[in-house]
């Protein structure tokens, strides 16, 4: 019979000592509350006894309401030498305030006699002691068995009795720690079902990744009878990272038929903000939540898909607030452009005329260096240029740029003339700007503006330059990617040439073009 499983975050602890991860107090204060809102059983903020911030977390966090969450500390047994009434940090444990504290203590033979270097004995009576006097002031103790599943290979007697020891001193939960992350599924398992058959309740589990296996020895440990998963959002921790909360929550809710008694849909947001506040860029791949979870490129795929859904998509996208995408590529057949032109309002028939004009034309564009997938709009542009359905503000006469390089007074000039034509009449425009792309940026929006004042708008967010065939040197050809933005709706255009300059100016053009389209 299945137990009832609660969800543990440690991402302000274990995420926190994952490289390149760091929050401020506010940041953590905020990371709490999105985790509490959405459902988390267990919020671990951090070590009190480690640094200024944490024990700051604590403080704000013990002004707060929680909804649902308990707020927990986390610390060390006490130390070999020390009475537990006299270490500093299980003091720092208690002034915390939070209803819940979870201590990590020692399992593996080989850390405490050869790292510590007190007795097994004493390791046990660390463990005991600290869970005893916790309990005693009035906290959830949760006790952390750090290497686990390691220390059991070696010396399963040793590992068993660390665990009665926190169990019998009144531990509310003993969690089996797969610290290094090298163990797999079947020894997670195998080992969870002894240790819990031993205590005679529910453990809880705590992995790593550093196997590629953190997310599979969960719910491993899950089928054996666990009843926790502690783990971190987006799978930040130590090393590779600890047990991924966003993979295994749909997971275990979804696949397993365990009601954590979480709404999933949120699931993307609060994966997309935790990423957001530690400044790290999401992860496209991500299961379930990334760009990429439910994107379609194949043509196979995506003539299945439009058919039957879950021909190609293990769950429904909608259920962790994520989306079916359809990009098209050389890899694309007729399924990807119907799909794509329907939702851009261009219904088209399968197997007529257009559709494979259109298709012939992004194959024979992609082949010399396009790359349509991040430049929507240009697709669109392309789909309205085969089908001689094109709206046109302006047309291009010609336009020119020149750069002066000064090497002795350190002057750089770059300047460029446009020459456009709109409803016949010729608009003629010179600027400079920081380098000829810029120059001819402005330049053309100076052109338009007093036309289109709604290009006001409009803004270049990202610009990507890729040299397609680096092996012609000088002479290769550049892919330029645009991300332009109207600050509601973000749009990509590509252009490609053997000169920069011209790919920019191409991939320019489509922006603006395809914008004042839409505005149309
Ligand atoms: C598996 C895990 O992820 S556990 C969490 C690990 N996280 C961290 O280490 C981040 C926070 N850590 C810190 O801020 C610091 O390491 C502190 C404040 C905890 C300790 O700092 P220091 O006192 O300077 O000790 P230092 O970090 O060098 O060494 C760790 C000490 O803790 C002892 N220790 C380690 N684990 C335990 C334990 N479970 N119970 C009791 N003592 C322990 C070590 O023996 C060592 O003590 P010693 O110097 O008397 O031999
Ligand atoms: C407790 C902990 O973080 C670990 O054993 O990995």
Redesign the pocket.
Known sequence: MSVPVTIYDTTLR?GT?GTGISFSTLDKIRVAERLDDFGVHYIEGG?P???PKDAAFFQEAAKRTWKKAKITA?G?????KLKVEDDA?VQMLLDAQTPAVTI???TWPLHVTE??QVSLEENLA?IADTVAYLKKHGREVLYDA?HFFDSFREDPEYSLKTVKAASDAGADLVVL?E?NGGALPEWVEEVTKKVIAHLGKPVGIHTHNDGGVGVANSLAAIRAGACQVQGTINGYG?RVGNCNLITVMPNLQLKMGIDLGIDLTRLRELSFFVDELANVPHDIRAPYVGLAAFTHKGGLHVHAVQKLARTYEHVDPSLVGNERIITISDMSGQSNVLMKAEAMGIPLVKGSPDVNKVLAEVKRLESEGYEFEAAEASFELLIRRQLGREIRSFDLIEYHTTHRHHPHNKVETTEATVKISVDGERVYTVDEGDGPVNALDRALRKALLPLFPQLGNVRLEDYKVRIIDSGTGTAAKTRVLIVSSDGNRTWGTVGVSTNVIDASWEALVDSLEYFLMKQD
């Open positions: 274990d000592q070590w006894g480690s640094n986390f060390m047994t006490r130390r070999g940090q990590v203590g020692k790292v510590f660390m750090e720690c610290t130590e």
